[in-house]
């Protein structure tokens, strides 16, 4: 089947020699010609998303939300085979794609030319996805997560037997990586907060043997020996930020950055407040404090017609986040139930760069950086368990409401409602693209032709 996509695409590609025969007036003859190669690499474009997504059903899940839907069983632990999946659709994509510099920054092809960049770049952030995926058992979590985003939800009885028989084998192989001291406190939490989503997955069909894989590892990761402070540091953090959210910058220049927001909007929320008083604003705090407790909250409706219209990924879903967050509020007292929950959001962005810098003490970095709704401690446990064990998505919420804050708070909705319509995208083309401007400066891509 793999094979079939691939001649799909190439066949596609291959009609990209093809100038169209009557060009229209308001082009040049090259640009009409360049257009004809544009057309083919968007017609080959869902062809070459639908070789990724059977690579990883977590890719499929962005196209409609719906990880596992499609009832076929796709096994994350296969990392060969996901690079070569990877590879094949690097390989066909290089082969349609138009040289960068034939693509201009403005007229008819300034939007493929952001396109083909965006497509190059998924592959670069599957690529690394996978290689921070090898490094057991610190990707524990995220494995397991992924075994509940690929269980499937139709098959038959022989195939749910041998999808079973899989998910139990690969249950008992993170229970082999298991030592002490090779998980912090938060991280042995995230890991048993992943066994909960997948045994709620498996509810879907009778599932025994993972049923059982999944009680044994709970309780060896339950009574396993943890480091009382987090184990990785601001180089295991940087290189997924900037792959991911286009962010390359220092946790001091980040931290500085999300001082700054944070100031900015407390001093909005606290003029407020003065106005409101004091029962009216606690009662804004608890709302927000609502909000907070659902995020990463993203309600995209994906489609195929594009990268940009993807669901985001979860190191962006953060981002996706701070954007309709900032575009809430039809009456001032809404709005200001916005500012509080995007200040929290950056507040928890805060704490990941705390606590992947020197000090990595949670208490100290709540202490620091308060949150300013009022959320159950069960929520700001979370909050801060997300910060320690996912960084990325948090630090990319934050340089988020950053950049939507750059013209100051009274053009944050104008901001934001640009940013939504442009679609999901790392930072540093956002800035580029939208706002004309470097946003803690820019990340390196992979040459889409060389």
């Not at 690529?127 to 992924?146: Q, T, Y």
């Not at 020197?358 to 069960?378: F, G, K, N, T």
């Not at 946003?439 to 060389?450: N, T």
Request: aromatic share 6%.
């Amino acid at each position: 089947m793999r094979a079939h996509f691939v001649l799909f695409a190439a066949v596609l590609c291959a009609c990209a020699g093809r100038p169209r025969e009557a060009a229209p007036r308001a082009i040049s003859d090259i640009d009409a010609w360049l257009l004809s190669y544009a057309g083919a690499f968007r017609r080959a474009e869902p062809v070459l998303l639908g070789m990724l997504a059977r690579t990883d059903a977590r890719i499929a899940g962005r196209f409609s939300g719906r990880p596992g839907a499609r009832g076929r069983f796709t096994d994350p632990f296969l990392f060969d085979m996901r690079r070569r999946g990877h590879d094949d659709v690097l390989g066909e994509a290089q082969r349609c794609a138009i040289p960068r510099d034939l693509l201009p920054d403005a007229g008819p092809l300034a939007e493929h030319r952001i396109e083909q960049e965006l497509l190059f770049r998924l592959i670069d952030e599957e690529d690394a996805r996978l290689d921070r995926e090898r490094k057991l058992p610190a990707s524990a979590a995220d494995l397991v997560r992924a075994l509940a985003a690929s269980w499937p939800a139709l098959q038959s009885a022989a195939e749910r037997g041998v999808t079973d028989s899989l998910v139990a084998w690969r249950l008992d192989q993170v229970r082999a990586w298991l030592a002490p001291n090779v998980l912090s406190a938060m991280e042995r939490d995230d890991v048993l907060d992943a066994l909960g989503d997948l045994a709620q997955a498996t509810e879907r069909a009778p599932a025994s043997r993972t049923e059982s894989a999944i009680h044994r590892l709970r309780d060896d990761v339950a009574s396993l020996q943890v480091a009382p402070l987090g184990l990785r540091g601001w180089d295991d953090v940087a290189p997924p930020l900037r792959v991911h959210v286009g962010v390359v910058s220092s946790e001091a220049k980040l931290r500085a950055a999300f001082a700054g927001a944070r100031a900015r909007l407390a001093a909005q929320v606290e003029v407020a407040f003065g106005v409101l008083g004091p029962v009216a604003a606690e009662e804004v705090r608890r709302i927000a404090g609502a909000k907070v407790a659902r995020l990463p909250e993203c309600p995209v409706v994906p489609s195929l017609a594009g990268v940009r219209t993807l669901a985001p990924p979860p190191e962006r879903a953060w981002v996706c986040a701070a954007v309709f967050g900032a575009r809430e509020g039809e009456s001032e007292l809404s709005e200001l139930v916005s500012l509080v929950a995007l200040h929290d959001l950056v507040t928890v962005g805060a704490w990941a760069v705390d606590l992947h810098g020197e000090q990595r003490d949670p208490a100290l970095a709540r202490a620091q950086s308060p949150l300013a709704s009022r959320v159950a401690p069960a929520t700001e446990a979370r909050a801060l368990r997300e910060a320690a064990t996912h960084p990325v998505g948090p630090i990319g919420g934050a340089a988020a409401v950053v950049l939507l804050l750059a013209d100051g708070p009274a053009h944050l909705r104008e901001r934001a409602d640009a940013w939504a319509s442009f679609g999901d995208a790392p930072l540093d083309v956002v800035g580029r693209e939208i706002f004309g401007m470097a946003h803690f400066a820019s990340a390196q891509q992979r040459k889409p032709v060389e």
